[in-house]
């Protein structure tokens, strides 16, 4: 996988370059959204391109959508520490390949990638059973816990984080000491009352219905 990380803290991208160099991806860096968009013109093509929402150039949402107006463009996934729940779902709507949150931990991140790396969309759990979005407030919305999420078992809550973290049921059964059948039923179960037919699907749904 060949990866172009454009974030304006340098700590962050020599941090996450080293994580996933170690996982044999090949890493180019740029430190803001002008050399963002010549690196991705020139010197791709790029498996995809790490874009932070805060750093210099960006202008809002127009540094992303000159990227994604190149020709070729390389997915691109939106990453910030701090972005409203209407520029996520707004980048979503443009057509990004996913949102990461710069909190979540290594192996998340990770999973994330390899999950987006194969054509699927990814945003991350919080996100989609937090009704208020990425900010740090996490209090409870009176009316906003659905029908649907109290439908949902402890157990399937488990498995659809896992899901949306990019997990292989192999994974989910290793990490909830389950066998490998029992979470395909898990999965089918889930797929069924969201009504859905795949993981990004689930994910898409699961915001949709403000699930928390």
Do not use: W
Not at 74 to 88: K, Q
Not at 166 to 187: F, Q
Request: aromatic share 4%; proline share 6%.
């Amino acid at each position: 996988m060949r990866l172009l990380i454009a974030d304006d803290h340098e700590l962050l991208r020599d941090t996450l370059s080293s994580f996933l160099q170690k996982d044999g991806i090949e890493i180019m860096t740029a430190a803001d959204s002008a050399q963002a968009e010549d690196l991705a013109a020139r010197a791709g093509p790029f498996d995809m391109v790490l874009l932070d929402y805060g750093m210099p150039g960006m202008d809002a949402l127009r540094g992303l959508r000159r990227i994604l107006d190149l020709p070729d463009a390389p997915p691109v996934v939106l990453m910030s520490g701090f972005a409203p729940r209407e520029i996520v779902e707004a980048a979503l709507q443009m057509g990004v390949r996913g949102f990461l949150h710069k909190s979540m931990p290594a192996a998340s991140l990770l999973h994330a990638l390899r999950f987006m790396a194969l054509g699927e969309r990814y945003v991350p759990v919080d996100f989609i059973f937090d009704p208020v979005g990425t900010e740090a407030s996490r209090a409870p919305v009176p009316g906003a816990v659905s029908a649907l999420a109290a439908s949902l078992t402890p157990r399937e809550k488990e498995v659809l984080v896992a899901l949306c973290r990019g997990c292989t049921n192999k994974e989910i059964a290793r990490d909830l000491g389950l066998s490998e059948p029992t979470i395909k039923l898990h999965v089918k179960t889930l797929y069924r009352r969201l009504g859905v037919s795949n993981r990004t699907q689930a994910a898409m749904v699961a915001q949709a219905k403000g699930l928390g």
